[in-house]
């Protein structure tokens, strides 16, 4: 069974820094793009960062460009989104997605995205 788990959210001040894992399980991953998209309360379920699995494409948000990463662990299937510089603005709960390969553009819509975890808690204080 597919299954993606988040881990890794917490309370971190204004300028810190958090890394969120995604364990990835149940099948392989190579012809998908992994994601994290994040939700805050009362608005819709918005992009930050995505890749292929190989890492040859990678894209970001406007809003979270220079500050976050994406990567993945090769001797595992798990993801990584590591936040720096954090912002009150960033607090949200962050979910990990992943989506089959259709076109050669990474894309940002979350409806086309066959699954997703059940997200992890992000807060930033000030």
């Known amino acids: 069974q597919v299954q993606l788990a988040e881990s890794g959210g917490g309370l971190v001040q204004a300028g810190g820094s958090l890394r969120l894992s995604c364990a990835a399980s149940?099948?392989?991953?190579?012809?998908?793009?992994m994601a994290w998209f994040r939700q805050a309360p009362g608005k819709e379920r918005e992009f930050v960062a995505a890749?292929?699995?190989?890492?040859?494409?990678?894209s970001y948000a406007d809003s979270v460009k220079g500050r976050f990463t994406i990567s993945r662990d090769n001797a595992k299937n798990t993801v990584y989104l590591q936040m720096n510089s954090l912002k009150p603005e960033d607090t949200a709960v962050y979910y990990c997605?992943?989506?089959?390969?259709?076109?050669?553009?990474?894309?940002?819509?979350?409806?086309?995205?066959?699954?997703w975890g059940q997200g992890t808690q992000v807060t930033v204080s000030s």
């Open positions: 997605a992943a989506g089959k390969i259709r076109t050669n553009v990474i894309s940002t819509h979350k409806d086309q995205y066959d699954y």
């Open positions: 149940g099948r392989t991953f190579n012809s998908y793009f």
């Open positions: 890749r292929t699995w190989s890492g040859i494409s990678t």
